[in-house]
């Protein structure tokens, strides 16, 4: 058993009851210089104190099955793994206080872990140095006696009952001889190894955040990684080259996760000073170094062992589960740093603003794959270990932490070279190469772009991409070596549907633009988030366009983010574009589509007002003025202004630092063959007419085209004021106006009944521009949801659009009737609804049938599976009909579906399907190869009605077939899925609360499952309920989020009392109509 397998076991033990003390012999004495590098052999006097954990172990063990058998909850072992670790000493174990096992963030107290005594104070006998018994952590040299055994840790996410982890170094031990820890007895002094903890019984005040001090700085860290694959745990090794620009006695850095075993600073030509204290500050992850004198100023270098758990986090260095081709279940080593990560793999100065070099190193199995940010210099055999191998890398650029990468496992690739000469790899999982050649694709197609579109080069020899197993996000941009979900890096020619591949290449070009715009030139601090975020969400759909401009892509930001971020930012409970973040664990909370999609839309607004010429001049200032170094919103703003000439940081000051956007009301005068233009800008509100006393106002950049040119501006202003009158030259009365051509200011418009009339024949015969028609619905539906206009009138708008063929507006009008009907799900006449859907689809779906026809593209692919799947949905009888035959010739083999018919056949037979149905989709889920079509599957499994057969799914999402950051999927789906899946969505998110929380460790994966789970409510009670669920457990990360789902809640409420009994005199009227669609 290793080094820091050990730890891990004896935390376990610790924290399952704070009356638990480590007994004196344990406690050796004198100076550590070395040990923590070797492995002993034999440790005689370890063996009771073993054997006392394996009996104390399965005693515990037996007590859980007999109280699970009473029905009483424990957390899965992976949780209580978990919380054994992160939660801070006295906060109750087995016997404390606080509920057992469980532990929540605002619970969590600074916790002052000290190695050492105050200066000239003599040692007293080592229990009384630890203090009273609730407060002692094991002290490093423990590590030293529990090393000898050599055994292996079970895997914890056993749910059955476990043996003893201590039984093979409890068995080792007691036949072990005494001679090392004697040795080791006589140079180790208690007085430096005691760690005290607080255990007050009372929350402190939360205290100021306050940022590193600037007292020392690194310029390069050498860092040498050594992972165990098999105890999930590692040991490193931190040299760093650091300057003391002021004269102290102790060093702070960011830790967390990681025990520290030896330190120390050796000044430039001077003798090494060792550490004699660690204070480590749990609440705001740091770790004080103290030295016995002054730190004087100059160069120096900072030595740091260490060891930590690879954990199954999906943070910081953590484990992922992966299979082989032959069938083993094995993991890889990978991580995920930002925001505040890195310090989970190393202690370091984790602040985006405080860049350094790196050097790294990795010692890793001789047949395991080892990748970081540069290219590998150097791999040679590891003399300690012949089964291992150590990996040396390339010295990095300057760069930020939270953009450091190493990855250890089993992959193959594809490699290109760019045309501009940069080595470009796509790794994959074994056997799988041939899936990674569309992305390398991509990227060799994309690094050209950028460098030519900012006229900087892609600073270093090589980028690689690499599919993760279990990652959380979407993808990471780590300077070098960019790290991907399997689903959005892979592509299989066959199996792969058009949606997939288009959102391969949406992600690669996010990732690769972050290249240069966050690493190269990089936030200064995480209030700066939403620039990094915006421009690479902007960019993304710029590069598509350059590789693909097939995709039509521009039209779709409009659904995918545009209205996206309007529909969030329409809330009371929305934020600035700009956040003062203090604390990083606030960073959470703003990754969401106010900094990516918000962002992404007014820089799209920004680049259309200044033109694309200067835009470019712009960010090539601002990327060589700024490179490899840090930089704030305002240093783009003001590159821009001196490239275009025109009030950039006024303009934009007022889209980043207020919350919310305009409604701009305009109607319309016929002055002989000119029109006048009446202009008024208020705040948009979800709630209603915006009636708030600060009455802010916004600098709309405002274009207006008329029917005699579409798609061209007949006039562009800056509308600077809350009031504006235009005139228009030469627009007849028969002809119409309309406002923000090209649905890119991000404002919505609402027009005079006569301007709104004279707009919807151009719907009809297509003559207002694809980007437009779906502008016009959307701000429509927003204004009926609003109840400012009547949402009848907006379902009188959608009958309009019978002849559209455009994609990305049927995927728009498709979201907002997806909506409605969930909305009317409350009422006894949702069947109505499910009729209206049927009738405004029917004469597309019949239009493109199922197959493909000569000629066809990507759009009409997307085109159809979506028509197919809301007619199946809506229980089309023609198209469920056939959406069986075509499932039972899949199933059977007799005719594979294409990728592209998968989502909407499954979804139309489950929705309609019964036991039988779900039985055979879960078959085909275990059979899957290609995690794309696992994920197709977990995303409508909770289309199923019956509701023993959603308690099925519901249990499902927990289980080990589907992976961590899928189970948010499969919950969402269900809560999606119907009325009743929605409240057996909330109740199973209730009931499993305490698991699900600890998985996702307060990340954001747990805002997308509450929003998921509670959104679609309509009833005011409801909100009562969610809110006063999430203030007895509690989730800080997702607070926004809550506040958001409760207004939704509300607002879902007073919309459905408003409209619901309009909107069902209208549907009977329509249905008994002859003229009906």
Not at 130 to 157: I, M, Q
Not at 399 to 416: I, K, Q
Not at 987 to 1002: A, H, P, T
Request: net charge neutral; charged share 25%.
């Amino acid at each position: 058993m290793g080094l820091a397998a050990a730890l891990s076991l004896v935390r376990r033990w610790l924290a399952r009851s704070p009356s638990r003390a480590l007994p004196a012999s344990l406690l050796p004495s004198a100076q550590a210089p070395t040990w923590c590098r070797h492995r002993a052999s034999a440790l005689r006097p370890a063996a009771s104190f073993l054997s006392r954990l394996r009996w104390e172990w399965e005693e515990e063990e037996e007590e859980g099955a007999a109280a699970r058998k009473t029905g009483r909850r424990r957390a899965s072992a992976r949780a209580q793994y978990a919380l054994s670790l992160q939660r801070p000493s006295g906060q109750g174990g087995g016997g404390g206080t606080g509920g057992g096992w469980r532990w929540r963030q605002e619970q969590q107290r600074e916790d002052p872990r000290r190695i050492g005594s105050p200066e000239g104070a003599s040692p007293p006998s080592p229990l009384s140095r630890l203090g009273p018994p609730a407060r002692v952590r094991p002290p490093p040299p423990l590590l030293l006696l529990l090393s000898a055994a050599g055994g292996r840790r079970l895997p914890f996410g056993a749910r059955t009952r476990r043996a003893s982890p201590f039984a093979p170094a409890a068995a080792a031990a007691a036949s072990a001889s005494t001679s090392l820890f004697a040795a080791a007895a006589s140079r180790f002094s208690p007085a430096r190894l005691s760690r005290s903890f607080s255990a007050a019984a009372a929350m402190p005040e939360k205290r100021p955040f306050e940022r590193l001090p600037a007292e020392v700085r690194p310029l390069n860290y050498g860092l040498c990684l050594k992972p165990d694959l098999i105890d999930f745990t590692f040991e490193g090794k931190l040299e760093a080259a650091v300057e003391v620009g002021q004269a102290t006695n102790q060093i702070v850095m960011n830790c967390a996760d990681i025990d520290i075993i030896t330190a120390s600073y050796a000044p430039e030509g001077d003798e090494e000073i060792h550490a004699t204290g660690f204070n480590y500050q749990n609440e705001d992850e740091k770790v004080t170094l103290s030295f016995p004198s002054t730190l004087q100023t100059g160069m120096g270098t900072l030595k740091i062992d260490f060891v930590g758990e690879l954990n199954d986090k999906m943070k910081g260095f953590y484990r992922s589960k992966y299979t082989t081709p032959s069938g083993d279940t094995r993991f890889a080593a990978v991580t995920q740093f930002e925001a505040t990560d890195a310090r989970r793999a190393f202690p370091c100065w984790d602040e985006p603003a405080i860049k350094a070099t790196f050097d790294i190193s990795l010692v890793v199995p001789k047949d395991r794959v080892a990748l970081s940010n540069m290219n590998v210099t150097e791999r040679r055999p590891y003399p300690d270990d012949e089964n291992l191998v150590e990996v040396k890398f390339a010295r990095t650029p300057v760069m930020s932490t939270y953009l450091v990468a190493f990855v250890v496992g089993e992959y193959d690739f594809v490699e290109t070279r760019s045309t501009d000469g940069v080595l470009v790899r796509v790794y994959t999982p074994v056997g799988k190469a041939e899936q990674g050649k569309f992305a390398l694709e991509v990227a060799a197609k994309t690094l050209p772009f950028y460098k030519d579109y900012f006229n900087v080069p892609y600073p270093l020899p090589k980028i690689d991409l690499i599919a993760i197993a279990d990652f959380a996000a979407g993808a990471m941009e780590n300077w070098g070596l960019v790290t991907y979900r399997e689903t959005a890096l892979l592509i299989d020619p066959k199996n792969s549907c058009s949606s997939s591949r288009q959102w391969v290449a949406l992600v690669v070009g996010h990732e690769l633009a972050h290249q240069w715009f966050g690493n190269l030139v990089t936030m200064e601090w995480w209030t700066h988030l939403w620039l990094n975020e915006g421009f690479a969400s902007w960019i993304e759909y710029l590069c598509v366009d350059h590789c693909f401009p097939e995709y039509d892509i521009w039209t779709q930001f409009v659904s995918a983010d545009y209205t996206r971020a309007q529909e969030l930012d329409a809330l009371d409970n929305s934020h600035p574009i700009e956040v003062n973040v203090g604390h990083p664990s606030e960073v959470d909370e703003i990754f969401d589509a106010i900094s990516y999609s918000k962002g992404a839309s007014v820089i799209r607004m920004l680049h259309n007002y200044i033109g694309d010429e200067d835009f470019r001049k712009g960010m090539h200032m601002y990327l060589t003025k700024f490179q490899h170094k840090n930089a704030a919103t305002e240093d783009l703003w003001e590159s821009l202004e001196h490239a275009s000439g025109k009030p950039i940081a006024a303009v934009m000051s007022t889209w980043t630092k207020q919350m919310g956007f305009p409604l701009v009301y305009v109607e319309a005068e016929q002055q002989e063959d000119d029109k006048v233009l009446k202009l008024v800008q208020k705040k948009f509100s979800a709630s209603g007419p915006y009636s708030g006393e600060d009455n802010p106002s916004w600098m709309i950049p405002i274009s207006i085209c008329t029917s005699e040119a579409p798609a061209h501006a007949k006039m562009q202003v800056l509308m600077d004021k809350p009031e504006l009158t235009l005139l228009l030259k030469d627009v007849k009365p028969e002809h119409w106006v309309k406002l923000n051509l090209g649905t890119v200011g991000f404002y919505r418009t609402q027009y005079s009944l006569e301007m709104l009339e004279s707009l919807l024949p151009a719907i009809r015969d297509l003559s207002l521009p694809p980007v437009d028609r779906l502008g016009l619905q959307n701000d429509l539906f927003s204004l009926a949801r609003a109840g400012i206009i009547s949402t009848v009138e907006v379902l009188k708008v959608m009958e309009a659009f019978v002849n559209e063929p455009n994609y990305t507006v049927w995927s728009n009008l498709s979201c907002n009737l997806g909506i409605l009907s969930t909305l009317l799900s409350h009422t006894d006449f949702y069947e109505e609804i499910q009729a209206f859907v049927r009738d405004i689809f029917s004469p597309i779906g019949e239009k493109l049938g199922w197959d493909p026809r000569p000629g066809e593209g990507h759009l009409d692919a997307l085109l159809r599976g979506l028509v197919l799947g809301k007619l199946g949905k809506a229980g089309h009888k023609a198209t469920l009909e056939e959406a069986r035959r075509r499932f039972k010739d899949h199933v059977e083999g007799k005719h594979i579906l294409s990728a592209d018919l998968r989502s909407p056949v499954y979804v139309t037979v489950l929705k309609h399907g019964d036991s039988t149905t779900l039985d055979t989709m879960l078959k085909l889920h275990k059979q899957a190869d290609m995690q794309e079509e696992k994920n197709r599957i977990e995303r409508v499994l909770g289309a199923i009605s019956q509701a023993e057969l959603i308690q099925k799914v519901l249990t499902f999402a927990l289980s080990e077939e589907v992976r961590p950051q899928d189970t948010v999927s499969v919950i969402g789906g269900v809560a999606g899925g119907s009325k009743q899946g929605r409240k057996a969505a909330w109740k199973f998110v209730r009931d499993n609360w305490e698991e699900l929380y600890n998985r996702y460790q307060g990340g954001f994966l747990i805002s997308r499952l509450i929003k998921l789970s509670v959104d679609g409510f309509a009833i005011d009670k409801m909100a009562a309920e969610v809110k006063a669920f999430f203030e007895s457990h509690p989730a800080p990360s997702a607070e926004r989020t809550i506040q958001q789902c409760c207004e939704n809640i509300l607002l879902n409420a007073a919309w459905l009392k408003r409209d619901a009994e309009n909107i069902h005199q209208y549907l009977l009227q329509r249905k008994a109509s002859p003229t009906a669609v």
